[in-house]
């Protein structure tokens, strides 16, 4: 204990020094371009944001491609013959049963997001997290500005071998983008399969991967619930912001971990949070936050 504790000092102590703002652009900053594109991952980082927060998938040829879902999306997707892709052929585009040279083909920003009004309607594609992450290491090698990245490994139990690769393929996939442009202490893991986490923090004690943040996603479950089913203290308790109280973020620092809300949109919403004792919220409108140190 006393080991994991002394690292996630250090970890949080070079994250504070560095003054990396507690804003994280969710999805690069859906509410403002395409989810999980590199123009809305452009589009954070010219703003202010300096923790870019996404999703990754896998493809049928092994590409570690940055998406929600494990398939197209029928809200904003277009199919490559111009046409809009229907809530019922979603299944029949399991991005883990394309290749990533056809899942390029379809955009996923003409047609905009009607959850997300102000949301600007342009060509996008679903990117490889190699390009997202060479996109944030130019732009810290152009300012001097640390960026830090927060990758949520897309996993559930019920798509194993279906839509996704057992998770000790998987999270080797990412971890192989990762260590070649990333240094471990710039990059956060988050998940809400705890077999992911379990995966990660074993590896890493056994010195086959090297030490990273693990955040521990949850819907309303409490902190001490989260440490008794992982086994272990994350470094982040991630739950919706909705479910945060003064009294979650007491106990959750009590246990030694940091809180990391989503997604809270409304710059009332943020301040509060902030007021709480937050260390971090995720946002999809960044350029809604009360305040960007």
Known sequence: MKLKLVFLVFFFQHFLMAQVPMIQGHRGCRGLFPENSLPAFAHALKIGVRVLEMDVCISSDGQVVVSHEPVMNALYTTKPDGNPLLKSEEASYNLYQMPYSEIKKF????????????????????????????????FRKKTGEAVYYNIEIKSDPKGYGLSQPAVDEFSKMVWAQIQLQVKPAYVMLQSFDFSVLKFWHAAMGRGEFPKVALSALVTRKNPEAVVRDLGFVPAIYSSNFSDVTKSVVDQAHELGMKVI?????????????????VDGVITDYPNRAPKIP
């Not at 955009?107 to 996109?135: I, T």
């Not at 809300?261 to 004792?277: S, V």
């Open 107 to 138: 955009d996923v920003g003409m047609r905009g997001n009607s959850l997300f009004l102000e949301q600007v309607k342009m060509a996008a594609h679903k990117p490889l997290l190699a390009e997202v992450l060479a996109l944030g290491e130019a």
């Open 261 to 277: 809300p989503w997604t809270a949109n409304e710059t009332k919403q943020m301040q509060a949070l902030i007021d709480m004792g």
